[in-house]
């Protein structure tokens, strides 16, 4: 029996890095995963792994766009039997307040707030018909759980995550929903990968960010994944509303 047996997870940003790794993980451990990205040959490869290693689980991708609302209540509507919903979509701009500007703080928003709203909230009549679901939010630790150099924008809309995490646990518990945000450090990842090469350098910038790593090193999205079944699971039943820190020990 796996641990997530009868769970039928709806993901954002499953193509990779972290998604990737949660995709694979919440089909490993028995759900059915129905996993989007905007990047259509990245989850064209993570179809192909999926039906692989589970020809007959009935997994599902489709390429879809958080920013394009109408797509994402189509997608709500259409799968109606969603009961682990995976909100893990973001862009990180780097920048401080008095260079960044309202373009680039409001399409941080756009991208890592506003599409958790409009997906819950189109998939929050099933939920409560269905009689609850476990909602993962992808946050992080830099938000309003600390400050981090270069990220006003990045961090302000990472603390509204929280906060509508917060709100949605406390208003729907009582429908069986449960809400709780994941939000790890520095993950090996290729978003990460693609800000290191930004910077000219991408050996020497990787260990910059290897230096800033209390625990000296970088997480593997596969560690942060362990995190996600465990609240897509019944084991986590008890916890709701709470922030799931995992970044080696940054925020100590």
């Known amino acids: 029996m796996g641990r997530l047996d009868g769970k039928v997870a709806f993901m954002t940003a499953a193509a990779a890095g972290i998604g990737g ?7 490993r451990e028995g759900a059915r995963v ?10 064209a490869t993570l179809d192909a792994t ?3 290693l589970h020809p007959d689980a009935g997994h599902q991708t489709q390429v879809l766009d958080v920013t394009d609302h109408a797509a994402l209540e189509a997608a709500a509507a259409a799968h109606r039997d969603v009961n682990v919903l995976y909100n893990g979509a973001g862009w990180v701009h780097e920048g401080k307040l008095e260079n960044t500007s309202v373009a680039d703080w409001q399409r941080s928003f756009d991208i890592n707030v506003t599409p958790m709203f409009v997906l819950t909230q189109a998939f929050l009549p099933h939920f409560i018909a269905n009689g609850g679901a476990s909602i993962i939010n992808v946050a992080s630790i830099a938000s309003s759980l600390k400050g981090v150099p270069n990220r006003v924008a990045y961090s302000s809309s990472k603390a509204a995550v929280i906060g509508l995490t917060k709100s949605i646990a406390f208003d729907y518990m009582a429908a069986g929903i449960r809400a709780n945000a994941l939000c790890p450090g520095s993950v090996d990842s290729p978003s990460l990968h693609e800000r290191a090469k930004r910077t000219g350098d991408h050996d020497a910038a990787w260990k910059t960010f290897i230096a ?16 996600a079944i465990y609240l897509a699971s019944d084991e986590s039943a008890y916890a709701t509303g709470a922030n799931f820190v995992v970044d080696g020990g940054i925020t100590l």
């Open 21 to 27: 790794a949660c995709a694979l993980a919440f089909a």
């Open 212 to 227: 800033r790593q209390p625990i000296g090193r970088m997480a593997e999205p596969d560690e942060i994944a362990h995190i």
């Open 50 to 52: 999926l039906k692989r």
């Open 34 to 43: 129905i996993a989007t990205d905007r990047d259509a040959a990245a989850i």
